[in-house]
């Protein structure tokens, strides 16, 4: 059974831009979740969709945002982009309100 | 006082002994408990959830809750170099998947 994909990899964005991040769940996982890790802050969670409607929110910016698409697939999209937003950003599925796993994460530097 | 704490260690263990990780949270109304690891450069992987107090063994891992005291552990016996990681605590207070991570305990199993 396939994992959490998480697309790209790595991202180099410079300042002012703005960036997509995606993330394929485990089939049959209606819920995404996506966190935000940086080293002074920890794991934050940034919001969890739901079939397709976020069902949870964090306390980040407006430019922070998601959707997710009636395959459960969920894309993140961050604008304006600012040096503090550099981190590993992780995407977790979760098949009900269980267990959570996450994929391999997207690693963004803002330049 | 943060949501969720953990020492961040590091907890030096020799190989064979057990490790003993502790985990306190703020939110009486926390409702489901998992402990994570984190080797270096990856993402969190699920290695326990716990959801009513008592004990939960699962191989050399044991997770035990106690909602009273609002505390949640991780033992594990036997311990291997490769289980050199950081171990975060995530607590779950909300309806859906909504984590609150502790700041992570570094292990380091010596052999």
């Given at each position: 059974?396939a994992?959490?994909?998480q697309?790209?990899?790595?991202?180099i964005?410079?300042r002012?831009q703005?960036?997509?991040l995606s993330?394929?769940?485990i089939?049959?996982h209606r819920?995404v979740?996506?966190y935000?890790q940086?080293?002074?802050?920890?794991l934050?969670f940034?919001?969890?969709?739901f079939?397709?409607?976020?069902r949870?929110?964090?306390?980040?910016p407006?430019r922070f945002s998601?959707?997710?698409?009636?395959?459960s697939?969920?894309?993140m999209?961050v604008?304006?982009?600012?040096?503090?937003?550099?981190?590993l950003?992780?995407c977790?599925?979760?098949?009900?309100?269980?267990e959570?796993f996450?994929?391999?994460?997207?690693r963004l530097t803002?330049? | 006082?943060k949501e969720?704490?953990?020492?961040?260690g590091?907890?030096?263990?020799?190989?064979?002994a057990?490790?003993?990780?502790?985990c306190?949270?703020?939110?009486?109304?926390?409702?489901s408990?998992f402990?994570?690891?984190?080797?270096?450069?990856?993402?969190?992987e699920?290695?326990?959830?716990?959801?009513s107090?008592?004990?939960k063994?699962?191989?050399?891992f044991?997770a035990?809750?106690?909602?009273?005291?609002q505390y949640v552990?991780?033992?594990?016996r036997d311990s291997?170099p490769?289980?050199s990681?950081?171990y975060l605590?995530a607590?779950?207070?909300?309806a859906?998947?909504?984590l609150t991570?502790g700041?992570g305990?570094r292990?380091?199993v010596k052999p």
């Amino acid at each position: 059974k396939a994992g959490v994909t998480q697309t790209p990899r790595y991202l180099i964005k410079t300042r002012g831009q703005q960036v997509t991040l995606s993330c394929s769940p485990i089939s049959g996982h209606r819920s995404v979740s996506w966190y935000q890790q940086t080293p002074g802050q920890g794991l934050q969670f940034l919001f969890e969709y739901f079939s397709e409607t976020q069902r949870n929110k964090g306390n980040f910016p407006g430019r922070f945002s998601g959707r997710q698409f009636s395959n459960s697939r969920s894309e993140m999209n961050v604008s304006t982009l600012e040096l503090g937003d550099s981190a590993l950003y992780l995407c977790a599925s979760s098949w009900g309100d269980s267990e959570a796993f996450f994929g391999q994460g997207t690693r963004l530097t803002v330049v | 006082q943060k949501e969720v704490e953990q020492n961040s260690g590091p907890l030096s263990v020799p190989e064979g002994a057990i490790a003993s990780l502790n985990c306190t949270y703020s939110d009486r109304g926390s409702q489901s408990f998992f402990w994570y690891r984190q080797y270096s450069g990856k993402s969190p992987e699920l290695i326990m959830s716990i959801y009513s107090n008592g004990d939960k063994e699962d191989g050399r891992f044991t997770a035990q809750l106690n909602k009273a005291s609002q505390y949640v552990s991780l033992l594990i016996r036997d311990s291997q170099p490769s289980d050199s990681a950081t171990y975060l605590c995530a607590v779950n207070k909300a309806a859906g998947n909504k984590l609150t991570f502790g700041g992570g305990t570094r292990v380091l199993v010596k052999p």
